[in-house]
């Protein structure tokens, strides 16, 4: 792409500022718009960041001659609202960046990625949790042989959030970025177990433990909650992997990175890893990616954190909270093959 990336933002809450803010930083892009279907929300972001202000998105894609977008949307479970103006942008010839999850569909994940595909656009999810120093230093390890064959992958992803509705919030809203961390660095998921557990005076399903068999044999496990920390408000996120010559454990939200090979005495912790303190940053880590993608010209299929990617870490969600109900193993592949004949496609391939 040659000069900035003409860039709007769709919904003006919290996160779609936190993009607008980001993109204004960034001199990859020139951020031109906001839309919200809330009138005063658009027009009190489009002043903040001195652009234009859109109540609609058709009117927006039709008006400014986008090369992309960020969906900042939410609704239901954070996410029933990402795949209506996803698709109006992918169909209009312009590139997305969502908001994870997805969707909280499964269905709609499915026709994103194909409608992406059909267009040829780039679709990209906002799977931030991912793109950090200390995550690409444990990737590292494993790309260059020294942690050996992954053996397994276990994550901890435990917040405070009293919100209980509907019961699988903290499935769908959370948990597709800890699966997408797993994934990154343990490969596709095959197969998957769970059980949930209901928090003290909870309605929704506040605690999990889930199982997962990587397609490499790998195995993994995810402990959420959404009934954790004290009053120092930290979140607890940590991710450590087993390789038969070594492991990495990345800790404190994203920031710290560990190597402790098993031959060596000596183990390695960088702290603040890539000068990152703190899980807020990673809007500019990952947004900055996009970008340096877009602005190289890189192909749909390369996009790190893609669309794809996104449906794969939510399909895991969707595989647990299966397992849970049904109380059986649940294979991936099958849950995907069934959401792709119900977006009217044949079935799933990649
Ligand atoms: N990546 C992260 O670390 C992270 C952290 C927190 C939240 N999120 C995600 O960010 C998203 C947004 O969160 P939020 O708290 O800002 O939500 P929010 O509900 O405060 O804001 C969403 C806005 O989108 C608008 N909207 C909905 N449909 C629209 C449409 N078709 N066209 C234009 N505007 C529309 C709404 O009016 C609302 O103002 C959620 O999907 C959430 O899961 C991501």
């Not at 939410?74 to 169909?91: D, F, R, Y």
């Not at 399909?315 to 109380?327: C, K």
Request: hydrophobic share 40%; aromatic share 6%; net charge negative.
């Amino acid at each position: 792409m040659t000069g900035p990336i003409r860039t709007a933002v769709i919904g003006a809450g919290n996160i779609g500022r936190t993009h607008a803010r980001t993109y204004k930083a960034n001199p990859l892009a020139e951020l031109v718009a906001i839309c919200d279907v809330d009138p005063a929300r658009a027009d009190n972001a489009a002043a903040e960041f001195g652009i234009r202000a859109y109540h609609d998105v058709a009117t927006m894609l039709a008006a400014e001659g986008l090369d992309m977008v960020s969906v900042a949307t939410a609704g239901t479970e954070n996410g029933s609202h990402h795949c209506v103006p996803t698709i109006q942008a992918l169909e209009a010839g312009v590139h997305v960046l969502v908001e994870k999850p997805i969707s909280n569909d499964i269905v709609e994940a499915v026709r994103m990625v194909d409608t992406a595909r059909r267009t040829g656009k780039c679709l990209a999810v906002d799977l931030n949790h991912r793109f950090t120093p200390a995550t690409e230093m444990a990737k590292g390890k494993i790309a260059s042989g020294d942690l050996g064959d992954v053996l397994f992958v276990n994550m901890n992803l435990w917040i405070r959030n009293p919100k209980d509705d509907p019961p699988y919030f903290h499935l769908r809203a959370l948990h597709s970025h800890s699966v997408d961390v797993m994934r990154h660095l343990g490969g596709d998921v095959a197969k998957v177990q769970a059980f949930f557990q209901k928090g003290p005076g909870r309605n929704g399903w506040s605690n999990a433990s889930i199982n997962m068999q990587f397609a490499s044999g790998a195995l993994g496990h995810l402990t959420g909650s959404y009934d954790m920390h004290g009053p120092d408000r930290h979140s607890i996120e940590r991710t450590e992997v087993g390789g038969t010559r070594g492991r990495v454990v990345i800790d404190n939200s994203t920031v710290d990175f560990h190597w402790f090979p098993h031959d060596s005495k000596e183990s390695v912790h960088v702290h603040n890893a890539g000068g990152l303190t703190s899980f807020g940053e990673t809007f500019g880590t990952r947004i900055g990616r996009w970008l340096a993608q877009l602005s190289a010209g890189d192909a749909p299929a390369a996009i790190e954190g893609s669309g794809l990617e996104g449906l794969l870490a939510h399909a895991v969600v969707e595989a647990a909270i299966r397992s849970h109900e049904a109380g059986q193993v649940v294979v991936v592949a099958e849950l995907l093959d069934e959401a792709a004949r119900a977006a009217g496609l044949s079935g799933w391939s990649r």
